[in-house]
Every structure is written in structure tokens, then in C-alpha cells.
Nanobody, 115 residues
Framework: QVQLVESGGGLVQAGGSLRLSCAGL????????MGWYRQAPGKQRELVAT???????TYADSVKGRFTISRDTAKNTVSLQMNSAKPEDTAVYYC?????????WGRGTQVTVSS
């Protein structure tokens, strides 16, 4: 059974950094894209960043220049480095792994940025 597990969330002050990690990719075959999404209270889930198996990355405009997505193929993880955090980054962050026919989601990790 596929299980994606996020880690690294927590409380950080504005301007600080956090690194999120998602494990469990090794059990999924045919991955074509990995990504991070977030959902703040009362808002819809939104894309934060994605990376394809070919290495192409995309970022939401709100995080460009501050966040970096990366994949560690040896460890079968995908990470999100969050720098210069802002209070508006506060949300539950979810890992998503895509194949040609299915999306796999993790359960999320809470990130809170205090002002």
C-alpha cells in the first residue's frame, strides 16, 4: 500500500526557514511528477511547487525566489526548502505524487509562520 509521509513542518518566525520532506516515493511506479500543495484555513488547496522526473520545476508566483523543490532519487524523497517565510505561508502542506493514471497524496504537515 502506498503511503506518502510528510515531515519537517512546525512553527517558524517570519523571515525564517523550514525544510519539508516527503517519503514513500519508492513504492510508486511510473512517477512523472512530484509536488507540494498547501491549504490554509478557509481556502482551497493550491499548488506551491512541482518537479517532473525530467527535472522541470514550476512554482506559484507567491513563492518564487523563496522556495525550492528538489528530489533525492537515492532516498526516494521530495523536499521543499522554504526560505524567507511569511505569515501568509501558514497552511497545511501536502505532498502529491503523480503517475499517468493516479495522484497519491500525503496526509499533510502543518506550517505556521509567526509575524
Amino acid at each position: 500500500q502506498v503511503q506518502l509521509v510528510e515531515s519537517g513542518g512546525g512553527l517558524v518566525q517570519a523571515g525564517g526557514s523550514l525544510r519539508l520532506s516527503c517519503a514513500g516515493l519508492g513504492s510508486i511506479f511510473g512517477i512523472n511528477e512530484m509536488g507540494w500543495y498547501r491549504q490554509a484555513p478557509g481556502k482551497q488547496r493550491e499548488l506551491v511547487a512541482t518537479v517532473t522526473t525530467g527535472g522541470r520545476t514550476t512554482y506559484a508566483d507567491s513563492v518564487k525566489g523563496r522556495f525550492t523543490i528538489s528530489r533525492d532519487t537515492a532516498k526516494n524523497t521530495v523536499s521543499l526548502q522554504m526560505n524567507s517565510a511569511k505569515p501568509e505561508d501558514t497552511a497545511v502542506y501536502y505532498c502529491r505524487v503523480s503517475t499517468a493514471s493516479y495522484w497519491y497524496w500525503g496526509r499533510g504537515t502543518q506550517v505556521t509562520v509567526s509575524s
